[in-house]
């Protein structure tokens, strides 16, 4: 038995963000990584793909977004039953704990606030919990 480390889980990840920058950056990120990432601006269009059969490993996503907020989109995950096995990540700079305790109710793993990590820390954190999983 050899003693490197397992490489991480590469799969499909569905990022959900307004801001198209930080979505190209994650996107980028994510690939450079293994990971197969799709990206979209709005949570809506990130339901209408999940609908259509995509079946992502992890779902990233805003809480503040225009239309259909990151509470909402989990409450639509849920009720129709999209994904249930993804591991779901609230990526956001809101920092409240109500609001961290709020995403988790509605069924988040984990809440990464923005400002407090760079891109690949949001990335490695994901691998690890992704690595977690399978383990």
């Known amino acids: 038995m050899s003693d490197t480390v397992p490489t991480p889980p590469h799969g499909k990840i569905l990022l959900v963000d307004d801001d198209k920058f930080l979505l190209e950056m ?6 450079q990584q293994g990971f197969e990432p799709q990206g979209y601006l709005s949570a809506k269009e990130a339901l209408d793909v999940l609908v259509k059969g995509f079946v992502p490993q992890a779902i990233l996503f805003d809480l503040i977004m225009p239309e259909l907020d990151g509470f909402a989109f ?4 849920r009720s129709q039953k999209l994904a249930p096995n993804a591991l779901k990540v609230a990526l956001t700079n809101q920092n409240s704990e109500s609001d961290q305790m709020h995403v988790k109710d509605l069924g988040a793993d984990l809440c990464l606030v923005k400002a407090s990590m760079i891109p690949s820390e949001v990335v490695n954190t994901v691998s690890a919990a992704l690595a977690k999983r399978t383990s």
Do not use: A
């Open 26 to 31: 994650y996107t980028m990120k994510f690939t």
């Open 74 to 77: 989990l409450e639509q995950l």
